[in-house]
């Protein structure tokens, strides 16, 4: 529930803090429910803000993106410092991990060069002593002079203690006394003189001794602004630069110079040759050989859980709409015009059923690609399987999307959401209707014994075969020519292991299910409205409908791959609702009754379709099934993702163009060998 | 010079240099690979990425970043 409009709150509180230092989960923790999903203004990166009440304050929690620091090399790095410039809260609660502290603090040490107050949360210290490194707080507090509280978020422990500490603090921010990070002596000079030519021009909002500091860090966004604040000093400012322009090694050496001193009395560490827990999992997880053996069982695990559970869940819950509730439905608009019953019960009604049937499959995937990616496990999968998605322009990130869209497509897409870099996301969103998911292979299965005989097992192999090096074929040309090559860097943290949070994950199912139902059950509603109109009107039967119509003309370009038959082309054209709509639609075309409910009737449809075509036509059609148009489910998802239209658009142009081609070659070349 | 990518399991150096694309620096340096930086070896199979400790936190790295990045075998230990 969304109540942030009630009362302004009374204190600001910002989280900010790097990766996997528990931060969703203090989140979560923290606010609970009272939750908005939004978006920072004018970007793509979501902004969760929340609200919870302490002490009869009402205060407001915004979390930042997680960054490493606060350079402007990613939107979510601009995002974080942007907004503790220009709208600064009371306080930043910053976390670190107890197993991972020296690292952790490179961002509060960026942090306190700005203007705001800071507490710190020291999180997973039962997870560090598990691996055998001890941190004295107090020992932490008094070197940094920031407040420090100790929390296993996990367990809610700490928590309220650390809220009492950033409360306190906004409401006495003279006592915020830091211990801040200072340049080594050889730049020091050099950042005066910055500071000289800034006096009094520097841009708004930015402190001159932060601003000189991120000049000298070689920052192009203060760089620009600094330009426009001072225009007459930036001749000398940029001479100075350019003089140093290594001078960023030398400033971020120096943050580690003052992490070292912060942590020399605090942190009792494992003896060196001590084997820790997590990289005794990784001799198996990490392996080149075992780790691959490792994931096929967690994707095994994973998709046996989908059709155990999601899977008869979806077809009850399409069931009942499809059944008694259309038939209610149906009761229900007697009196209406026979159009609006028709809307209602077969447009809109089928595509709730659309959706419907992929929720619980969702629930599923989510739940446990969260488990995976909360305990730590999902990096390990991107190590293992970076060096074959090497030559896909893609890093090992962007496996776990993919192999979830061979059980259906719309979570692989939104899957997609561990990848931090965008390019890299958008590239996997546009392969993922490139996996055969369960619908199409569907398809596959009931067409291929009648086209194929006895070599149908064999050509059900080379048609999935051949998905997945279409799949490779088109990631390695996107790259090239989309995106220019330049595969992106694989430089990733590897997480110590630990038990997972359940309020985590259930708040991670909760959150994506909901999104899509909210986003892309509209759209996918209103596209099956209108494909169902499409199919109906003008004529009665399909046959005279506008999609027959549209069929019909699109014969003589599918003449070229074999389908000159209007029927097979309004067939592939039905499965853009469900792929698996198309062998509903060959059976109302080719006069088979209702597929799939009788054996016989349906062995009796697939020979009908055989018959229609060539052997090198039913290859042609199966292979455009295989790769034509994303469902409008994944399409859905695809735009709510990359929020943008035009990869939306060229995701549906990239399948068309490659559908076709294949379809052209694949039944020329069958043609001639016939 | 050695690169961190030749480097077998188990060994550890200094960070000499890092590769000169700011980009790629800029996301070693957030990870903790500065020069100067003590890394451990903990995954090196001969091909595909590594795995090194640094600043106490564990980061996986492509071969083709790891070759760019140099490194001096580690100064020899103060206590035993």
Redesign the interface.
């Known amino acids: 529930m969304d109540r942030s409009a009630e009362r302004t709150p009374e204190v600001v509180l910002a989280l900010a803090g790097q990766p996997n230092v528990g931060k969703s989960t203090v989140f979560n923790a923290l606010t609970g429910l009272d939750q908005h999903v939004g978006n920072w203004p004018g970007k793509t990166v979501e902004k969760m803000t929340g609200h919870f009440e302490h002490r009869g304050l009402r205060c407001e929690l915004v979390d930042l993106p997680c960054t490493?620091?606060l350079?402007s090399?990613s939107e979510e790095e601009r995002i974080a410092r942007d907004y503790l410039i220009e709208e600064p809260p009371d306080v930043v609660i910053v976390l670190v991990n107890a197993?991972?502290?020296?690292?952790?603090l490179?961002l509060v040490a960026e942090l306190l060069m700005l203007p705001v107050p800071l507490v710190v949360g020291l999180n997973m210290v039962d997870v560090a002593e598990a691996h055998g490194?001890r941190v004295e707080t107090h020992v932490l507090e008094a070197a940094l002079g920031v407040p420090v509280v100790e929390l296993i978020a996990r367990r809610g422990r700490g928590l309220r203690e650390l809220v009492e500490a950033a409360v306190d603090l906004a409401q006495h921010p003279e006592t915020f006394s830091p211990n801040r990070p200072v340049v080594r002596d050889n730049h020091r000079p050099l950042l005066t003189e910055l500071e000289a030519l800034l006096e009094g021009r520097s841009p708004e909002g930015y402190p001159p001794d932060w601003a000189a500091l991120k000049l000298l860090e070689?920052d192009g966004d203060v760089a620009q602004e600094v330009k426009k604040s001072a225009p007459d000093a930036w001749d000398d400012v940029h001479e100075v630069l350019v003089a140093h322009d290594d001078a960023?090694?030398d400033i971020?050496?120096g943050r580690?110079d003052w992490?070292a001193r912060m942590v020399r009395a605090a942190v009792v560490?494992p003896r060196?040759g001590v084997t820790v827990i997590?990289?005794r999992i990784?001799k198996v997880a990490?392996h080149?050989f075992w780790g691959l053996v490792t994931l096929l069982a967690a994707l095994a695990a994973m998709f046996g859980l989908t059709y155990a559970i999601g899977g008869p869940a979806a077809d009850a819950l399409s069931g009942v709409v499809s059944g008694s509730f259309s038939e209610f439905l149906r009761d229900l608009l007697a009196g209406a015009p026979g159009w609006l019953s028709g809307v209602i019960v077969d447009g809109v009604v089928a595509g709730v059923g659309t959706v419907l049937s992929v929720v619980p499959i969702l629930i599923v995937f989510f739940a446990a690609l969260g488990l995976l990616e909360d305990v730590g496990y999902i990096?390990r999968t991107?190590?293992v399987m970076?060096?074959y998605m090497?030559w896909l322009g893609l890093?090992?990130k962007s496996c776990m999307p993919l192999l979830i869209g061979f059980g259906c497509n719309v979570p692989g897409v939104m899957g997609t959401r561990i990848i931090e870099e965008r390019k890299t996301r958008i590239l996997t969103m546009l392969l993922t209707p490139f996996v055969p998911c369960t619908g199409r292979l569907a398809v596959l299965v009931f067409l291929a014994p009648a086209f194929f005989g006895a070599m149908a097992p064999w050509a059900l192999l080379a048609l999935v075969g051949g998905n997945i090096a279409v799949m490779g074929l088109v990631g390695f040309g996107a790259n090239k020519l989309i995106f220019k090559g330049g595969r992106s860097?694989?430089?990733?943290?590897?997480?110590?292991y630990h038990a997972p949070n359940l309020k985590t994950i259930g708040l991670y199912v909760w959150r994506n299910t909901w999104a899509f139902i909210k986003k892309a059950g509209t759209l996918i509603v209103i596209i099956s409205a209108i494909v169902w109109a499409l199919s109906t009107y003008p004529g009665s039967d399909p046959g005279e409908s506008v999609l027959g119509i549209l069929g019909r003309a699109l014969e003589p370009a599918g003449a070229l791959m074999g389908l000159g038959d209007w029927r097979l082309i309004v067939a592939l054209l039905s499965s853009f609702v469900a792929k698996e709509n198309s062998v509903a639609t060959l059976g109302i075309l080719f006069g088979a009754g209702s597929a799939g409910h009788a054996g016989a009737a349906a062995a009796g449809l697939a020979t009908k379709v055989a018959a229609a075509m060539t052997p090198a036509g039913a290859a042609a059609f199966l292979v455009v099934q295989m790769t034509f148009l994303p469902c409008v489910a994944t399409l859905a998802a695809i735009r709510q993702e990359s929020r943008s239209w035009r990869w939306t658009g060229a995701s549906v142009g990239l399948t068309l163009v490659v559908a076709f081609v294949l379809g052209v070659i694949v039944y020329q070349v069958g043609s001639l060998l016939q | 010079m050695t690169s961190l990518a030749q480097l077998p399991p188990h060994s550890r150096c200094v960070v000499a240099s890092l590769p000169r694309a700011r980009g790629i620096a800029d996301r070693l340096i957030a990870l903790g690979l500065t020069p100067g930086s003590e890394v451990c070896v903990l995954q090196n199979w001969g091909r595909g990425p590594i795995i090194v400790e640094v600043h106490g936190a564990r980061v996986a790295l492509g071969r083709g970043q790891a070759a760019r990045v140099t490194v001096e075998p580690e100064p020899q230990p103060a206590e035993g």
Do not use: K
């Open positions: 490493y620091s350079t090399g197993a991972t502290l020296e690292r952790n490179y490194t070689g960023y090694l971020a050496g580690y992490i560490r060196r997590t990289d990784d990490a080149p990096t991107a190590y970076d060096r090497h890093h090992g860097a694989f430089i990733m943290e590897m997480p110590l």
